[in-house]
Nanobody
Framework: QVQLTETGGDSVEAGGSLTLSCATAKYTYYSNCLAWFRQVPGKDREGVASIHTGSGSTNYVDSVAGRFTISQDDAKNTINLQMNSLTPKDTAMYYC??????????????????WGKGTQVTVS
């Protein structure tokens, strides 16, 4: 069973920073595609950033490129999302997910396979 556990959500002021973490088991983490999504009520879930933990390749949605950084911590089987210059538009429930792994690259945003329960980020 795949388990993904998000932590780090909080309420912050606009312009502030926050780091989210997603912990999982080694067999899920190793050389796999992990990603962050976000969702606000009434809207579709949006892919934010992904990382292939084998190659280290990353991908970002345009709206967060340059502000958010996804990274991996191999010692903890964890991925992180460093979020800077936050705006109220970043307010959402943030979810960690696995994405179809094509070897050296990750599938598209609509190829998520397993989800965590989410962590709330509120920017005011």
């Amino acid at each position: 069973q795949v388990q993904l556990t998000e932590t780090g959500g909080d309420s912050v002021e606009a312009g502030g920073s926050l780091t989210l973490s997603c912990a999982t088991a080694k067999y899920t983490y190793y050389s796999n595609c992990l990603a962050w999504f976000r969702q606000v009520p009434g809207k579709d879930r949006e892919g934010v950033a992904s990382i292939h933990t084998g190659s280290g390749s990353t991908n970002y949605v345009d709206s967060v490129a340059g502000r958010f950084t996804i990274s991996q911590d191999d010692a903890k089987n964890t991925i992180n999302l460093q979020m800077n210059s936050l705006t109220p538009k970043d307010t959402a429930m943030y979810y960690c997910a696995t994405i179809t792994n094509y070897g050296m690259g990750c599938g598209s945003w609509n190829e998520a396979t397993y989800w965590g329960k989410g962590t709330q980020v509120t920017v005011s």
